[in-house]
């Protein structure tokens, strides 16, 4: 029996929201429309009626109390980027990264599939808060969906109800409307209308696609809005490093989907780095504001985790494994005997055991892996016990330093710092790395990802280097910006660098940039550490990994910044003339280093 769940809008609901609720439901055609209150008891009953009809299967309650497993479709396990559509009233506000389409000819195919698309189904209706509560930052959507596995994981990523509704009443809100409909590929569709901040996604019900708080909202819509007014919004991570002294550097990092930005969130200090620890803030998202003083000021918009499960391990991060094992929706992980989820990197695979889609797996004989390589696991932020304080400063936290990664088998050093600003955001925009099983499509292809944003970005990429561009002229103190590989291969094929753990010694030597300490020599990319400022003796590594590690090829990156000037060309006549100038500028450096 679903006990908070009412008919009737609750009365904090403003006008314009229950209106624009009824809307919508006279053309999807719900047999019944439910408002979330965000409640624990809403929660159960929720989880109770998806455990009766299949939809959710539950874990063992011994081991992974309060835990449960979903199995999507086999058709729609990642984000769709090729079902994604900016619909913006000019195509070049879209730009040459985003599928277009015009606003009217999408609003036409989708009210054809939306029309009675909710016949039989419960529509539930979820207002959401992004951000920290009374933060002049944080922002209100509401999502309608049939879908009760999204209203679920929505009440884990965001929060959801009453504190929904309070800000509502300050600023305006996002619509956000989602069906599954009936899962067809061929007619999935996720649209953003930033004019109306509007989002329709239809006939998909994974995470990314579907949760429409996550990357539609905070990503693609808030970039738009953050051009417009002035701050950035970006596929980072942000995370407070304490040093022994007990100072805390706050830093944000964009890596591309799946490449160890929930492991580097979640950094367990290794034995040898006594008094410094790593404290989360956010591990997927960051919005960020320049206050009166002129200080970057970070803020997490969500408040869960909605991270890839494979590899994930008490090796490559003990602090999740903690967490994981308790009020937990898992998806598409594999399930042994005793109801316990397993996937690959885990550890050691029980004797019996059934695939992400249901089927018995025997290790060595059945295709396939047993887990999907992007299952996911989705659970509160606030279970985490190395959660920042600060997590839920309304003002955020002040930011010493932007991290751009990814992976990168070659060429690019263990870490390295601009010259500049703008050197930091070419770093940014020419950022390529090999593709993940995150997004459809082929894994382990180099891509340009400019600040991981590829996807994610609402508006003409160009037009989003500008932006960053424009800092220079504002009253700020722009953080330092610094690129990062844990993932160079040696010539036999094996990481270089340790990683997980390990990877604090390099946030360090960040750390230390940013007091002004820590020593680095000047090359044609930018600063790279002296060995002896990496201070890795207690990690054993030899002295040649540490210079292969570290080493810049020059005719290398000559040949990748052909790749970047290929692509700058791709984004035509927008393409800011600072960055232009700023590979050029990097192609001499490099071009005399070699003559000389
Ligand atoms: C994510 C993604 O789910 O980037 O965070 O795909
Ligand atoms: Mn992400």
Redesign the pocket.
Known sequence: MIMTLTEEPPDDVPRNVSHWVQSVAEITKPDSVSWCDGSEEEFSSLVDKMVSDGTLIKLNERTYPNCYLHRSDPNDVA?SEEATFICSRDKDDAGPTNNWMAPDEAHAKLRKLLEGCMVGRRMYVIPYLLGPVNSPYSQVGVELTDSPYVAVSMEVMTKVGHVALEHLRKDGFVKGLHSMGTLDPRNKYICHFPDEKLIISLNSNY??NALLG??CHSLRLASVMARDEGWLAE?MLIIGIESPDGTLTYVTGAFP??SGKTNLTMLKPPDYMKGWNVWAVSD?IAWVHLDSEGTFRATNPESGF?AVAPNTSLKTNPRIMEIVKRNTIFTNVALSSDQTPWWEGMGEHPRKLWDWQGRVWTAGRSPGSAAHPNSRFTTSIRQYSSLSPEYDNPNGVPISAIIFGGRRSELVPLVYESFSWEHGVLMGAMLRVETTA??SGEVGVLRNDPMAMKPFCGYNIADYFKHWLSFTSKRGKLPRIFQINPFRLGPDGRFLWPGYGHNLVVLKWIVERCRGRAEAVETPIGYVPTPASLKVAAMNLPESTISELLRVENPAWIDELESTRLFFESLGDKLPKTLQQELERLIDRLASDIHS
């Open positions: 984000r995470g990314g996550k990357k596929h989907s799946a997927d909605f995150a997004a």
